[in-house]
């Protein structure tokens, strides 16, 4: 494919707090790989509040040392986690490259990486461009919305094609 989804995301940190109960502590005890699992699994390819994160990416920096809460009695350690994350964050006013997927009257429907991109002829003056394009054709646009849901496997982008 001609676009590149990599240049969407930037590297960046993230703390937040991973608990492990006691039935999930293998024979090896090794807490980073167990960790690191569970925090791939709950965010990884997920949007999170600040954009949507690539699983591949997350690696640990630092952890804390395991704490147990006496007042529960459930034996869960808590941990204290600083983890690298390479993330897509979309800009307003932004041009990239992206994949027409789908084609209908209502718009055009495009995919970059982790974005899901609407292209509506009604904000367009000129509707007659969008006769030139069909699926599988890679088009420029420049996002003008987005909407970032938690949990989502995608972030869903308004734009409108770049001259």
Known sequence: MAYNSN?????????????IKPNEIP?????ENILLNKIKE???NKCIQRGYVKKDSIKILERSIGKI??????????????????????HIDTVLN????????????????PLQILISPEIHSNVDSFDTINKGDIISIIIIK?????????IRVIGKLSS
């Open 98 to 113: 992206c994949k027409v997927v789908g084609k209908n009257p209502a718009g055009i429907m495009c995919i970059n990486g």
């Open 7 to 19: 240049s969407l995301f930037f590297e960046s940190t993230l703390n937040l707090t991973e608990v």
């Open 69 to 90: 809460n006496s007042a529960h009695f459930n034996g869960n350690i808590h941990y204290n986690v600083r983890i690298s994350l390479d993330i897509c964050i979309p």
């Open 146 to 154: 987005y909407q970032i849901m938690l949990n989502d496997d995608h």
């Open 27 to 31: 024979e090896s005890n090794n807490i």
């Open 42 to 44: 709950r965010i990884g």
